[in-house]
């Protein structure tokens, strides 16, 4: 009994690469999208935004899916006071220092590396520290628009007029997540770390070494794959990182660089260059299934 109990323990801690691949049909699309862009430089997106201290640029938007934008903003900018009344919000830091300030949680320092989540019905804003401008890439949920603080002044989102309203529901509370992730202390070396897995929501950040192409081609880092209904968007944290997405030439991406696979595209990623690579991976369900060829 006991040896039987061993055996199963090892198989649910076993890889997925370890485990028997099962079979079945699943839904794919039959075209994928003809104009989608898959890839947005950090160099790029900072030479059109050349000369302003403030700007937003949303590279990511699903319908019914996530939404990403990258966001920078001025040397002593407060934002207005908001909360997500459904899902959580995260953030990467990819440049300049914030003041992070969740109702509930002692206000931090967040620097570049740094991964930050708040929970939904939690008010939080954030403020540019020192004499350079801060820079971040923001994933918030398409279909759930901010609430603002009563005493804040709401921005203007088309269709959609703020009114006013009172309401009982408490915070959300982190159930054993962390308000800042530092990726390069806090990740598993050579391994994957969940940094939120909320039900409209979940980031893992995976760092390694490049390790060699695979057989036929395939990449040696991930298995190809694709995701019933869900996209997959990433941004590199470290190093290199190399996506092979179905119909397109592979992407090398660089630190600051986002890069997205729409939903249904096969695609896999491996880590590119000699030294250390790290990417944040970013799904709109808590566990997306990976569905691989039989």
């Known amino acids: 009994m006991m040896i039987r109990i061993l055996i199963l323990l090892l198989?649910?801690?076993?890889?997925?690469?370890?485990?028997?691949?099962?079979?079945?049909?699943?839904?794919?699309?039959?075209?994928?999208?003809?104009?989608?862009?898959?890839?947005?430089?950090?160099?790029?997106?900072?030479?059109?935004?050349a000369g302003e201290k403030s700007w937003s640029q949303t590279l990511v938007r699903d319908a019914d899916g996530l939404t990403g934008t990258y966001i920078q903003t001025a040397p002593g900018e407060v934002s207005p006071r908001r909360m997500y009344s459904d899902t959580v919000i995260l953030f990467a830091v990819q440049s300049g220092r914030l003041r992070v300030v969740i109702d509930g949680v002692e206000p931090f320092t967040a620097t570049p590396g740094i991964l930050v989540q708040v929970p939904s019905l939690r008010f939080f804003h954030v403020e540019t520290l020192g004499d350079a401008p801060a820079r971040r890439f923001e994933i918030t949920q398409t279909l759930a628009p901010p609430v603002?603080?009563?005493?804040?002044?709401?921005?203007?989102?088309?269709?959609?007029?703020?009114?006013?309203?009172?309401?009982?529901?408490?915070?959300?509370?982190?159930?054993?997540?962390?308000?800042a992730t530092d990726y390069r202390t806090d990740a598993v070396p050579d391994g994957v770390t969940d940094v939120v897995r909320d039900d409209f929501l979940s980031a893992r950040i995976t760092r390694g070494r490049a390790p060699h192409d695979g057989p036929g081609g395939a990449l040696g880092g991930d298995r190809e794959h694709f995701h019933i209904g869900a996209s997959e968007t990433w941004l590199v944290l470290e190093g290199r990182v190399r996506y092979r997405i179905e119909g397109r030439p592979d992407i090398v991406a660089?630190?600051?660089?986002?890069?997205?696979?729409?939903?249904?595209?096969?695609?896999?990623?491996?880590?590119?260059?000699?030294?250390t690579a790290a990417q944040l991976s970013i799904l709109p369900v808590a566990d997306a299934l990976e569905a691989f060829a039989p």
Do not use: C, M
């Open 11 to 49: 198989l649910a801690a076993a890889p997925a690469s370890a485990q028997a691949l099962k079979q079945a049909w699943a839904p794919k699309p039959v075209a994928a999208p003809a104009s989608s862009q898959l890839h947005w430089k950090l160099a790029d997106l900072l030479r059109a935004h």
């Open 148 to 179: 603002y603080a009563a005493d804040a002044t709401p921005a203007p989102r088309p269709g959609t007029r703020y009114v006013k309203v009172g309401y009982y529901s408490p915070p959300a509370g982190y159930d054993g997540a962390k308000p």
């Open 254 to 275: 660089e630190p600051g660089d986002i890069v997205h696979a729409p939903a249904g595209l096969r695609h896999a990623s491996r880590f590119a260059g000699n030294g």
